[in-house]
């Protein structure tokens, strides 16, 4: 298999898995998650396949033909950068799914759970891999519709139903802005592939000049920080909690948080050595490191502190990757992707033992909690493994690439002068020193000091080998990229970091560089960490306090009070312009209609009648006499005064219809009629029975009047709208059905005319109907079910 195919299949398997969950089940039964950890474990090594290829400095692409109109294939680009999130959403995938097996209980509904968290899987793989920016879009979407139905998990949960909710809401509004973002970058660039704008100098500079530069780079970043959980868009994450915690360690530690980050990445050398880039993309990532990392203090849900954290994080990943001037565009890009690749393996290793912790504890309140060292001192061991490299204590990996964050941003401030000198590696060690105080919580108040006897179960002990393993794994790889760092550098972060700035790079990471101005600052934090962290308690004693009296200040207070109030907005807006009736507004409309219509005939100085009409029709004389029987059942549908015989003169006149279709030599048209006719029939019957049968509106003459000039209006525009459509309405304009018929054939395939022009020319408005019914059903589906479960 060449490595197109394989990075294909990689794409579509986990999709494919997924829909062989359901009969999997039936197999595998309380197994089924197994069956989705060989789905996963396939996907990993479909990827290592392609690895040595982008390992040695080489790029993996190809492309099928999807939408040659417009220029667009289904392509792939694999490249260091997408190999990286790869293997973290497939291999942390596979980590996830095994713990799982020993996390979640059997009377759980298995087979969604691991259903959606092998689409998630895809849509993550399949965002990276993409070649062009709607394919990105795409799978963008997909991957918030997917954790959307994960973090909503358990249906049941307002809270959980909340954090689902608000997680969808802004990352997918936030996906629909990047997405104008991607459409003025084509409009400036000619095309949507993604390569092809990385490698022409000429392009990028056509971007850079361009007057819509700072505009289009705004728009995809919004889309970044919205899914990754930057600036003002951090507040869903937190609420994305009350999902089950392997989830949240899957998708808030390696995969979807993380597809921000790669956006900003694989744009970086579109965008970057310019100072918006800088002050944008680095400005927001220093205040949402520092603004999160302070907001963790008041936490009392290890998860929520895991979160906080995991903002905080993030913001590290878009500082670095914000560093960046004219002449040296990627001060901070290696360093930022080494911390990309560490945090995803002791947080997601965090995240496993909050798990565990909740698991055997039965709560996750770090104020029920500690004392809990003698009892699990397994995951004691892995807990501290993972919170220490988080706080960057060597000689563990988060160490590292602390110290290469420190690094860069001296070389920042140096390269940009003062003041920034002195406040960018201040703001740095700022967000250090938060980092260090809540990851010290972390241990010391789940497994140290005294334990709450009357808060806890009486047994608790170290989990199973299926929730411990995964965890220990994971502690184990921070070890090991921290002892012998030159496994992860030299085959993950350098190809990485060469996709990223398109050119060969060679990095030097070890543990001791001696004493460097960046070891002095860590050195800093750690002194400054541990005073803070003496002050802990009364700092978050402090935020709760300031957060009764100034509410307003939380961006949470104003998303709840724009989502609560919409529907009572809405009520407001709507009592003001829609105070009468349905009949007012529809004749309101038809009204308008008429109108819209007839200022384009006036402004162009057509006939109404077009001058090409010719008079003399040759109808036959059964044509004649169907067409009498059509109008004679028209106005028997208005004038009757019961509604079952309007019924059928109503059905009368459809059913008529059909016969004109036949005669005029459109048997499928006709068929589609009968059936429609039949079926509306049928649901008018249904209906009538549960009503009184006659009508007992009286109508006056004066609304009877108006009724019928909004009638004679209404049918004297269709009339002359469609004899224009046959004849031309203003020349050069020629009949439409000319087109049709000369190019169903050659750009449609098809020989039957009506349905080229309903699947093809007029495919997009066929696609919305069927959406829209679609959408219905559900709707439908969802008030069913959710009847019977009430019942």
Request: glycine share 8%; net charge neutral.
């Amino acid at each position: 298999m060449d490595s197109f195919n394989a990075i294909a299949l990689a794409i579509f398997l986990p999709f494919i898995f997924a829909g062989l969950i359901p009969l999997a089940n039936k197999v595998f039964k309380q197994y089924i998650g197994w069956f989705a950890v060989a789905g996963a474990l396939t996907i990993f090594l479909l990827i290592a396949k392609v690895a040595p290829i982008i390992i040695h400095g080489d790029t993996v692409s190809g492309g099928v033909s999807w939408l040659p109109s417009v220029g667009l294939e289904f392509s792939i680009y694999a490249d260091g950068l997408s190999m990286l999130i790869g293997f973290l959403a497939s291999g942390i995938g596979v980590i996830i799914m095994s713990y799982s097996n020993g996390y979640m209980s059997q009377k759980e509904d298995l087979p969604r759970y691991y259903k959606w968290l092998l689409l998630f899987m895809g849509s993550m793989i399949g965002m990276v891999f993409s070649a062009n920016t709607i394919q990105l879009f795409i799978f963008w979407e997909l991957t918030s519709i997917t954790s959307f139905m994960l973090i909503g998990y358990w249906r049941n949960k307002p809270e959980s139903i909340y954090g689902a909710t608000k997680s969808l809401v802004l990352t997918a509004s936030g996906g629909l802005v990047m997405f104008a973002g991607f459409l003025l970058l084509s409009s400036i660039t000619g095309t949507f592939d993604i390569p092809t704008i990385l490698h022409s100098e000429s392009l990028i500079s056509a971007i850079h000049e361009h007057k819509f530069f700072l505009l289009t780079l705004t728009l995809i970043f919004i889309g970044a920080a919205a899914k990754s959980a930057q600036g003002p868009f951090y507040v869903w994450l937190p609420n994305a909690m009350e999902a089950p915690t392997p989830v949240s360690a899957f998708l808030h530690s390696a995969t979807m948080v993380k597809a921000g980050i790669y956006l900003v990445a694989r744009i970086h050398p579109i965008f970057s050595g310019t100072d918006a880039w800088f002050y944008l993309v680095a400005g927001t990532g220093m205040a949402t490191m520092v603004v999160a990392g302070f907001l963790a203090f008041r936490q009392t849900d290890i998860k929520a502190i895991l979160a906080y954290s995991t903002i905080s994080q993030l913001g590290y990943l878009m500082t670095m990757y914000g560093y960046t001037t004219q002449h040296e565009p990627g001060i901070g890009v290696a360093a930022a992707t080494f911390h990309l690749l560490n945090h995803a393996t002791f947080k997601a290793c965090l995240f496993l033992v909050a798990g565990i912790v909740a698991h055997e504890a039965s709560t996750r309140d770090i104020r029920k909690l500690g004392g809990l060292r003698r009892e699990m001192p397994i995951t004691f061991i892995i807990a501290s493994i993972g919170a220490l490299s988080m706080a960057g204590i060597p000689p563990l990996n988060g160490f590292l690439s602390k110290e290469m964050f420190y690094e860069s941003s001296i070389e920042m401030g140096a390269a940009i002068g003062s003041p920034y000198t002195i406040l960018i590696p201040a703001i740095a060690v700022l967000g250090g020193v938060f980092t260090f105080a809540y990851s010290i919580k972390l241990i010391d108040g789940i497994f140290l000091g005294k334990r709450h006897d009357d808060e806890l179960p009486n047994h608790i002990h170290d989990p199973g080998a299926t929730m411990l393993i995964p965890a220990a794994f994971l502690a184990f790889l921070v070890i090991l990229f921290g002892l012998v760092p030159s496994i992860p550098v030299h085959n993950i972060v350098e190809p990485t970091t060469a996709g990223i700035l398109l050119e060969h790079v060679e990095l030097h990471v070890k543990l001791w560089h001696g004493f460097t101005p960046s070891l002095f600052m860590t050195m800093f934090t750690f002194i400054i960490g541990l005073l803070v962290y003496s002050k802990y308690d009364a700092i978050a004693t402090w935020q709760d306090r300031f957060n009764e009296r100034h509410s307003a200040v939380s961006i949470n207070y104003h998303y709840d009070a724009v989502v609560n109030n919409a529907r009572s907005s809405a009520h407001k807006i709507s009592a003001i312009i829609q105070p009468g009736t349905v009949k007012t507004y529809m004749s309101a409309v038809l009204a308008l209609i008429v109108v819209l219509v007839f200022i384009p005939i006036v402004l162009l100085g057509a006939n109404i009648i077009p001058h090409t009409l010719n008079f003399n029709f040759n109808i036959a004389p059964y044509e004649i006499l169907l067409m009498l029987l059509m109008v004679i059942a028209a106005i028997a549908a208005t004038i009757l005064p019961g509604y079952l015989p309007a019924i059928i003169a109503l059905s009368a006149l459809g059913y008529m219809v059909s016969m004109l279709f036949i005669y005029l030599k459109a048997p499928d048209l006709a068929l589609t009629q009968v059936l429609v006719e039949t079926l509306s029939t049928i649901i008018f019957l249904l209906a009538i029975v549960k009503i009184p049968q006659k009508f007992k509106e009286t109508i006056s003459k004066t609304t009877f009047a108006r009724d019928a000039i909004i009638s004679v209006a209404i049918a004297s525009t269709v009339f002359i709208m469609l004899i224009n459509a046959t004849q031309g309405i203003v020349s050069p304009f020629e009949s439409l059905s000319h087109y049709f018929i000369e190019n169903s054939l050659s750009l449609a395939g098809g020989h039957n005319i009506v349905n080229v022009i309903i699947v093809d020319f007029r495919g997009y408005d066929t696609l919305g109907e069927i959406s829209v019914l679609c959408l219905a059903a559900l709707g439908v589906y969802n008030l069913i079910h959710s009847r019977s479960e009430e019942k």
